[in-house]
Nanobody, 125 residues
Framework: QVQLVESGGGLVQAGGSLRLSCIPS????????MGWFRQAPGKEREFVAS????????YNFDSVKGRFTISRDNAKNTVYLQMNSLKPEDTAIYYC??????????????????WGQGTQVTVSS
């Protein structure tokens, strides 16, 4: 079983930055395609960004265009999300995902096998 541990969340003022990290632990397997999703109170889980081992990247451009950057360290199976110019509407629990299925869409939560517990990001106005 692979466990994903997110870190880097917190409280930040609008316009500030945070860097989220997602580190796998447990059984040493390749985590494959990895991604970040977020869920705000009362809303459905939303795709943020994804990245494959060969660095094919997708973003939810409507929400994070030009402000968020996803990256990964394949040697460590670790994925990062650099978030700049944060807005109050970015407030949510951010979840790391891994184990993207070969036939699944990277933007769909059901396509991922592993999930972290989430890290809270709060952006004050």
């Amino acid at each position: 079983q692979v466990q994903l541990v997110e870190s880097g969340g917190g409280l930040v003022q609008a316009g500030g930055s945070l860097r989220l990290s997602c580190i796998p632990s447990g059984r040493a397997v390749s985590t494959g395609g990895m991604g970040w999703f977020r869920q705000a109170p009362g809303k459905e889980r939303e795709f943020v960004a994804s990245i494959t081992p060969n660095a094919y990247i997708l973003y939810n451009f409507d929400s994070v265009k030009g402000r968020f950057t996803i990256s990964r360290d394949n040697a460590k199976n670790t994925v990062y999300l650099q978030m700049n110019s944060l807005k109050p509407e970015d407030t949510a629990i951010y979840y790391c995902s891994a184990g993207l299925s070969r036939s699944g869409s990277p933007t769909a939560a059901v396509s991922y096998e592993y999930w972290g517990q989430g890290t809270q990001v709060t952006v004050s106005s």
